[in-house]
């Protein structure tokens, strides 16, 4: 069996490169989009690029081609994908249609929009590789906020507590209580009783106002000024009362201070 490079000094295979030649199906894509200056060139490497991007996304789904092929795949695909933006600016630089502004957009096998033009994009089996997986997780969304009149709608008597005896456990505790309060209390009357110490009590505050001797003395001398009760009740005032002189002796020395305020007088002598 003949060699590959028999093969190609074959008559008919130098005949079909000689075709190829002539209709310019074995010219090779330009490096630099910049260099074509042909608009149904630039089409055609175009849909040249775009058969290729397909032919690798649809080779990146099988998960069994191993990590390293898997991240060269998507390299690749992500270089053609550089590649054909230069070749639509070209385009749309010679006069040819916008398809960045106008084309269809870009879908991936699980027909999710692969988002924006520019950025480093992961397509098919590369999702799941060590380390791009946590990219694509989103977290999950915080929860709603309850505005106040939905949080006015949980407020009822409950929440302020007034129906807490309702349930019927919080009285029997009561009771139980009170009862060995009082059990203990007796207990403790008993033994003091039968030890013969009288019990401490504790001994009650000093009335430092004296009131109620001063009120007791203010109705024996009410009875004695007025046994009969004319006068009527009288009054016991606990601040001093300042008398008519006091008040007089106020108003004045208000009057001078206003008087002396208004002419700019500082010494009492000058009055």
Request: proline fraction near 7%.
């Amino acid at each position: 069996m003949a060699r590959n490079a028999e093969k190609a000094m074959t008559t008919l295979a130098r005949w079909r490169a000689a075709k190829e030649a002539e209709t310019g199906k074995n010219e090779r894509r330009p490096y630099l989009a910049s260099e074509c200056r042909d608009l149904p060139k630039c089409e055609k490497w175009r849909l040249e690029i775009i058969r290729e991007i397909s032919k690798k996304v649809a080779q990146i789904q099988n998960a069994g081609l191993g990590e390293f092929r898997i991240r060269d795949l998507n390299d690749e695909i992500n270089k053609l994908l550089r590649e054909k933006r230069h070749w639509e600016n070209q385009i749309s630089d010679l006069g040819g249609p916008h398809y960045r502004r106008y084309g269809p957009k870009m879908f991936d096998a699980e027909g999710r929009e692969v988002p924006g033009n520019r950025g480093y994009k992961y397509f098919g089996a590369a999702k799941d590789l060590p380390g791009v997986r946590e990219l694509f997780e989103q977290e999950p969304p915080p929860p709603p906020k309850k505005t106040r009149a939905e949080l006015m709608k949980d407020i009822d008597a409950d929440y302020y507590g007034y129906r807490d005896d309702d349930d019927g456990i919080l009285l029997p505790l009561e009771e139980k209580a009170e009862r060995l309060a009082i059990q203990k209390a007796i207990e403790d009357w008993k033994k003091h009783r039968a030890s013969g110490t009288p019990n401490e009590e504790e001994p009650d505050e000093e009335d430092i106002y004296g009131s109620d001797a001063r009120i007791a003395s203010d109705t024996d001398r009410q009875q004695k000024d007025d046994p009969m009760g004319l006068l009527g009740p009288r009054f016991t005032a606990h601040v001093p009362v300042p008398s008519q002189k006091d008040i007089e002796s106020a108003l004045l020395k208000k009057r001078k201070l206003e008087l002396m305020k208004k002419y700019g007088i500082e010494d009492d002598e000058d009055m």
